[in-house]
């Protein structure tokens, strides 16, 4: 009986730990265990979360299933991220301090409504988000179909997944719910090839488009001078970037790990003052027909640290760059005390952007030439408002230093490795290489419209933060890439420096670009100025007839202003075509 | 020798004294101190304040001048203020948690630029601010000068003092930097009598209208159906309420004291969850020569106690009431325990409002009736996000509770008196009641387009509550109200009950119209229902031809579904017209 007894006893505990969606060991949590009878999961999550977070799971379980989320009923907080919009944002996994914590989709697929961002994390170490996708009910972009182009606008049109209202003569999408899904821009995608049509450029709008509709679902847009192919695609791009699908901030060793994002309002990840990210089996591609998967970047890294992999991912159909990698120029106001400068924050997706902390050192660069003059660890920050900061450094600024210039942290050089990654089919560039830490770009697969790989950096519009030092691009396959208006090659080095500095401005040093292939319609495969120690070789080129060429005219190799320079375009057996 | 030393050491010590900025007393502060040679007096301000602060100083002392302020560098947060919109607001005069404190002005001029919110108080106690003016360089809404009218839309003359651009077709508002002025609405005013047009009506719109330039400074706007009589200034009402002049919250002992507010971008002074608020020898009025002066209410009250004092003010040709007090009805949603109720701000400029806090009574109410069926003490207060709070209450909720209701705090009843004031040539109406204390509306000159006093309060559309005791109207002149088409009567009664519910639900109690003079050009003096003792007698009622009687059929007395009512117009004597 004793005996007997110990074992219910056994029983039941072990019943009542089930029952609590705990596992024997005490750490693991199971959403299930908070699901109600609602169609929204979002508070079941926000409780496991607190759940968690009280008892130190270790992770979150999330049963295999489909789960919808509103922004109702989901936790707030003003976020400003870099490279999207500052604002109050509903936030369904709001991860703030976690340790040790690992959330487990088990192939879940996430359906979120509306402006919603699924997951932030903040402050966080050591987490890792897995195996889930992300989709929206209603996209915050829209697509239609061009039926007929004449000189006043087109003709389209629009299915039942992109509701629409024509309100004062004007096209409105919004949703069935009636929220309104704003757009300022349009851009054709070929419908056979599923990617921007060839050469096809941005339209920009500040204010919705006169339109009338013709019958249900049929309607026709007026704005002079746009083009289009009937029969292809015509995208109204998200006004906003509200709704980015993961945002990592001022955490350390994240990683995203077998995720899939057909769709959100914003970026895919985007990690700001971060440490050790890592992006593996991440696909970003459409779902349900649409020829855009996201409306912004596939990942973004600003002010990050430490190391960033990209790895096994797929970045297709995007609405920009599968990836940037750089830090945040600040533009000197003016000098306020010997040691104290004001500086400010110029580019609106960059307000409220932390960018500075005390014992941090700083650099300060003329903004004409990129070059750097000063060097200097901050004392103190004293932050006016989400544009302005003054910063105060231990020694007196330089005379140098005058309105105009640009000032950075200095330290944010983390070490890149994207690898294994399809990049393709994508508005505007393949990866924006800007990180002054070893960066080794390895056995990807490129078919961008504009260049595969670009270098930039400028002190004087997006205020970038750039300049390599030690990249190597080795084992890739640039594919067809330029078939469109973002770029000038395939290999872009475009920094701002204006063209007096230039040859004195090594701003982006040492890039190796060897033992890849070349696919090429058009001649364009380089276009640099500004770099020391420039390597090109081994590479095989063919030449292919898969776009028109557009740029017959241009230099395969344009490079200017650059020293140390090695273009060895391989031998001539590497070549099954006549270099035009 | 040693005489002659001691008044030297007292010579320098009030010296330094004075050059600090202090008085003998040690407790007032000079702006002057911290002037620099900027434009910009924002910077000064901020520091002043700050020392106030640190030095617990009873006063900052303006030196009578004229000082410019613009955002750039001023304090920011987000603010959620009731009535207004919501956002991330840059503040001048930003004082948090400020005891025994005046902002004296000597006289000063303050000019405005852009986007900032002058004056913001939080968790202040005995607080005066006086003696300043209020302006804009440039103002947030637009006024023109109609030349012709015809079915397409308008001809105006636009002043330089409204900067504007055609942006694709369509007329855009902006300043000299080429800051955006968003308007959403059309508003006629009589250039001759300078307040609304005769009858003039509200026309909105989502976005920029379409327009064309025909020579600099003269434009055609097109808008189908737009009326207006040329000669006449059409104004282009500001789209947001995004920079209130005067922001009260959670504060006591609130004196604005001998303040002009020519212009704001919203209301004059708002005040939300404070107690004892005097307005005196507050001017709303407008500058250089345009026919509006603020943006939106002159002042407003939202769940306020103690005494709101208005007296000896002007309110004229604001775009919006001259006050409004009010508490806030938040929505049921549904219950979520025995005792536990989700709770949800349905009105987009009430979202953020903390509307409760534990160990307050609230009511419940039915938003169709306006009944209230139960009230609780609140145990606690979970806010999910500016939209959603869970409520648990002491007990149990009772069965009657469905989705739909309203429930709001009970104990907001401040006392009000509104004495010497002239409220006239605003938009909408004279002053709204809604308090639950003892309110007197005395020796005040009304003339206004809608009704003078209106009592109304709704759980379905404003989400006002409101619902009077105890009210006395006497000695006020009525000059010529309902010129316009914000009202049905001079004093109006009209809660949002179901025509079904009228006669149950006597939402506004107690309210006597004594000793006071009605000019009336039409009939319409009081329209009431629902009201439990109306009492209307010994009033004066003078028939004018100041303008067309539009509404000549109309009763002069429609007082439908009230209680102990008596109407008594008066001795014939006091008739110099006879009733329509």
Tied chains: 1, 2.
């Excluded at 509903?90 to 088990?106: A, V």
């Amino acid at each position: 009986m004793a005996g007997n007894f110990k074992i219910r006893l056994l029983i039941t505990a072990l019943l009542l730990l089930l029952q609590q969606g705990i596992t024997a060991q005490g750490r693991e949590v199971n959403l299930g265990r908070f699901l109600k009878h609602s169609k929204d999961a979002t508070t079941a999550v926000a409780e496991a979360l607190a759940y968690c977070k009280k008892m130190k799971s270790t992770k979150l379980i999330i049963p295999r299933g489909v789960y919808e989320f509103w922004p109702d009923r989901a936790t707030e907080q003003y976020l400003f991220v870099s490279n999207n919009d500052g604002g109050l944002r509903r936030i369904t996994f709001l991860l703030e301090g976690f340790r040790n914590f690992e959330i487990s989709g088990n192939g879940s697929q996430f359906i979120f409504h509306g402006f919603v961002s699924p997951f932030v994390l903040k402050d966080c170490s050591n987490v890792r988000i897995h195996s889930l996708s992300i989709d929206w009910a209603r996209t915050f972009h829209s697509e239609a179909k061009i039926l007929k182009v004449d000189e006043a606008g087109m003709e389209l049109a629009v299915s039942a997944a992109y509701p629409y209202k024509i309100v004062n003569h004007r096209l409105v999408f919004c949703d069935k719910e009636n929220v309104i899904y704003p757009y300022n821009g349009l851009l054709e995608f070929d419908a056979l090839k599923r990617e921007t049509a060839y050469m096809a450029q941005d339209y920009w709008m500040n204010s919705d488009l006169p339109a009338k509709e013709i019958k249900p679902g049929y309607i026709k847009i007026f704005y002079e001078g746009l083009r289009g192919t009937p029969g292809n695609i015509l995208t109204f791009t998200a006004a906003g970037r509200t709704s980015s699908a993961i945002v990592i901030s001022d955490s350390r060793k994240i990683i995203v790990d077998t995720v899939i994002l057909f769709h959100c309002g914003g970026m895919g990840v985007i990690a700001q003052r971060s440490e050790d990210i890592i992006v593996r089996r991440v696909k970003v591609t459409p779902a349900k027909g649409r020829v855009v998967s996201i409306t912004a970047d596939a990942t973004h890294f600003v002010n990050c640290k430490g190391h960033i992999t990209l790895s096994d991912c797929v970045f297709e159909n995007q609405l920009d760059d599968a990836t940037n990698i750089h830090g945040i120029y600040v533009r000197v106001e003016k000098k306020i005390a010997p040691s104290s400068v004001l500086l400010a924050l110029k580019h609106p997706q960059q307000f409220g952007f932390d960018f500075i902390k005390p014992g941090v050192r700083m650099e300060l660069v003329h903004s004409n030439s990129l070059l750097r003059y000063s060097t200097d660890e901050v004392k103190s920050v004293h932050r006016i408002n989400s544009q302005y900061t003054i910063v105060e450094f231990k020694n007196a600024l330089p005379d140098l230093l005058k309105a105009g210039d640009v000032a950075a942290d200095m330290d944010v050089s983390p070490d890149v490795l994207i690898t294994n990654c399809t990049i393709r089919a994508n508005r505007a560039r393949g990866i924006l290489l800007g990180s002054r830490g070893k960066t080794i770009i390895k056995n990807n697969l490129f078919h961008n419209a504009g260049a595969a790989i670009l270098f930039e950096g400028d002190g004087r519009h997006w205020y970038e933060q750039a300049g390599v030092r030690n990249v190597l691009i080795e084992g890739n396959i640039f594919e067809n890439c330029n078939y469109g208006v973002w770029g000038n090659a395939v290999i872009q080095v475009g920094p701002g420096i204006d063209a007096a500095s230039r040859k004195i401005s090594f701003y982006n040093k040492g890039i190796t670009i060897q033992n890849n292939i070349f696919k090429i319609f058009d001649s364009r495969i380089v276009n640099a100025y500004a770099v020391d120690k420039f390597i090109f070789r081994n590479n095989k080129i063919f030449k292919t007839t898969a776009y028109p060429p557009a740029f017959s005219g241009a230099e395969r190799f344009k490079v200017t202003d650059c020293e140390n320079v090695i273009i060895d375009p391989g031998t001539a057996t590497d070549y099954n075509c006549t270099d035009r």
